[in-house]
């Protein structure tokens, strides 16, 4: 660093910190804050309003929303296959019912085992 007449460190580039704000419909605005202390030397970056920007979709999403939207998926899919399984068990149950009662029989059905 650099220091100035009275001994404090000067401004450079790096002395600032550029913040962005997230990019809406197209557009976001661009300021500079000071990230250490210094006088003198650099000045502070004029803002930037109004940029054109454009959203990176492959970055909206971190590594854990992606395994927990599969970890969703996996249990939204086995969820329906035990519902498709219950549904078909009851149906062919059902239909031995109807089949008996046809048949003008009086006699109990035995469950599958499950």
Not at 21 to 48: H, K, L
Not at 50 to 78: I, K
Not at 81 to 109: C, F, N, P, T, W
Request: with cysteine.
């Amino acid at each position: 660093f650099w220091e100035t007449a009275f001994g404090c460190p000067a401004c450079s580039k790096l002395s600032f910190a550029k913040m962005e704000t997230p990019c809406v419909r197209g557009v976001n605005n661009i300021s500079y804050r000071m990230s250490e202390e210094c006088f003198q030397g650099d000045s502070v970056p004029p803002p930037r309003f109004f940029q054109r920007c454009t959203v990176d979709w492959r970055n909206l999403l971190s590594t854990a929303d992606y395994v927990a939207m599969a970890t969703v998926a996996v249990g939204a899919l086995v969820s329906a296959g035990i519902l498709l399984e219950r549904y078909l068990a009851y149906k062919r149950l059902y239909e031995r019912y109807s089949a008996l009662q046809d048949d003008g029989q009086e006699v109990a059905l035995e469950a599958d085992a499950i």
